[in-house]
């Protein structure tokens, strides 16, 4: 079982920057796919980017240019760095690996106010 924890979610003013970590118990995870997913009130959870265990990367068009995607094999950890941050961002933000069964983090919220 891998449990995956999410962290750096906050409120920031638009324009501004946060970076999210996920920190996972077991180091089976660098071989596989991580991706960060977003939810927002009244709306489906979402793919926001995804990182291979090579490093080749993809984001939704909507945060291209301003959210990076990034892993650190070392620490278990894949993070999620956000600038320009715009009130459309707003969401709870979810850290997820898929091995043989589906592993979620808890998310962390992220709130920008306009």
């Known amino acids: 079982q891998v449990q995956l924890v999410e962290s750096g979610g906050g409120l920031v003013q638009s324009g501004g920057s946060l970076r999210l970590s996920c920190v996972a118990s077991?180091?089976?995870?660098?071989?596989?796919?991580m991706g960060w997913y977003r939810q927002a009130p009244g709306k489906q959870r979402d793919l926001v980017a995804d990182?291979?265990?090579?490093?080749?990367?993809n984001y939704v068009d909507s945060v291209k240019g301003r959210f990076t995607i990034s892993r650190d094999n070392t620490k278990n950890t894949v993070y999620l760095q956000m600038n320009n941050l715009k009130p459309e961002d707003t969401a709870v933000y979810y850290c997820?690996?898929?091995?043989?069964?589906?592993?979620w983090g808890q998310g962390t919220q992220v709130t920008v106010s306009s």
């Open positions: 077991l180091s089976i995870v660098n071989r596989f796919v």
């Open positions: 997820r690996v898929r091995i043989l069964n589906e592993y």
């Open positions: 990182i291979s265990s090579g490093g080749n990367t």
